[in-house]
Structures are given as structure tokens and as C-alpha cells.
């Protein structure tokens, strides 16, 4: 997928985000933990919101994938994917 492909093998940095947010590709780019560096992403365009997790073994996952609709808001979807971010790290897929 050209989103994984896109990243560095790696957790990410704030200044990363940053970029990514100032990219045209992404309407928001989002971690999902406070501390440095990033390994649980969101990304959303204006119609889905996915969930991106990085371990150790597997490198960058989608772990979630919401499309936006008239019956899926933005923060729905963000709410879904960051619960199965935290999923996939609570099951042990880090270092």
C-alpha cells in the first residue's frame, strides 16, 4: 500500500508529523501517543480515516481502515481506528 510504503522504516519523529501534515495527500495526521517517537498513527481525507501501527518485527501496519459517509463522521472514525491502534500494540505486536 503506498501509504506504508511512504513511511520511513521506523517510528516517527514530530517534525515527521509535521511534514505530513503540511503534505496535500493527508487532511490530518494524528499520533496517538504523547510521547516520542510516533508509533501509532491516524491519517484522514475527506472520506477515510485508517489507523496505522508500527512494531518492531512487521515494520508499518494498517490495523483499521473507516470509510466517511453521511453515516460515518471524521471523529467516529478517528475514535475506531485509535481504539484499534491501541489493540494491535496491547497485543504484544511492539517492541
Do not use: G, H, Q
Given at each position: 500500500?503506498?501509504?506504508?510504503?511512504?513511511?520511513?522504516?521506523?517510528?516517527?519523529?514530530?517534525?515527521?508529523?509535521?511534514?505530513?501534515?503540511?503534505?496535500?495527500?493527508?487532511?490530518?495526521?494524528?499520533?496517538i501517543e504523547s510521547e516520542e517517537p510516533a508509533r501509532g498513527l491516524l491519517f484522514a481525507t475527506a472520506s477515510w480515516v485508517k489507523g496505522v501501527a508500527y512494531d518492531d518485527r512487521q515494520g508499518w501496519t494498517v490495523v483499521d481502515t473507516v470509510e466517511l459517509d453521511e453515516e460515518t463522521a471524521r471523529i467516529d472514525g478517528l475514535q475506531a481506528c485509535e481504539e484499534a491502534v491501541r489493540s494491535f500494540h496491547d497485543d504484544g505486536n511492539e517492541e
Open positions: 500500500m503506498a501509504l506504508i510504503e511512504s513511511l520511513p522504516t521506523r517510528p516517527l519523529e514530530a517534525s515527521e508529523l509535521t511534514s505530513l501534515n503540511r503534505s496535500d495527500a493527508f487532511e490530518l495526521v494524528v499520533s
